[in-house]
């Protein structure tokens, strides 16, 4: 990901423009890999499958839940199911945490955010998308 002072992540919150090939389009840049959507701004993700998706790997996210009231979970080409774990600290943190496939995630992001919404995704890089 092309970044300010090399530091892996955009320092605000963008759309996601295109997804795919292993990783995404956004702010006229792209990024291999997965990715962290935050109010902090858009980090790389170390999670390149569902099975890595844990409490432990959204450490980012569950930092910043004061800025965040849904988080979408995008779980590759298909939904998945979150771990009891991950849903269970969204409920105890007052989050609603939604798991789907990662482009219903990067969409359903994406119209959040453009109406201002507290929105977070972390989003699981895919080959197939859009």
């Known amino acids: 990901m092309t970044s300010q002072e090399g530091s892996g992540f955009l320092k605000y919150q963008v759309p996601i423009d295109a997804y795919g090939n292993g990783g995404f389009r956004f702010a006229d840049m792209s990024h291999k890999g997965s990715l962290l959507c935050l109010p902090s701004g858009m980090h790389s993700w170390a999670v390149s499958d569902a099975s ?19 988080l979408f979970v995008g779980t590759g080409d298909q939904l998945l199911v979150l771990e009891k774990p991950i849903k269970q600290a969204g409920r105890e943190l007052n989050i609603i945490t939604e798991p789907m496939s990662t482009g219903a995630a990067a969409r359903t992001y994406n119209v959040l955010l453009g109406e201002k919404r507290a929105v977070a995704a972390a989003l699981l890089a895919v080959e197939r998308g859009k």
């Open 52 to 70: 890595e998706i844990t409490h432990a790997s959204l450490e980012k996210v569950w930092a910043e839940t004061d800025q965040i009231d849904v």
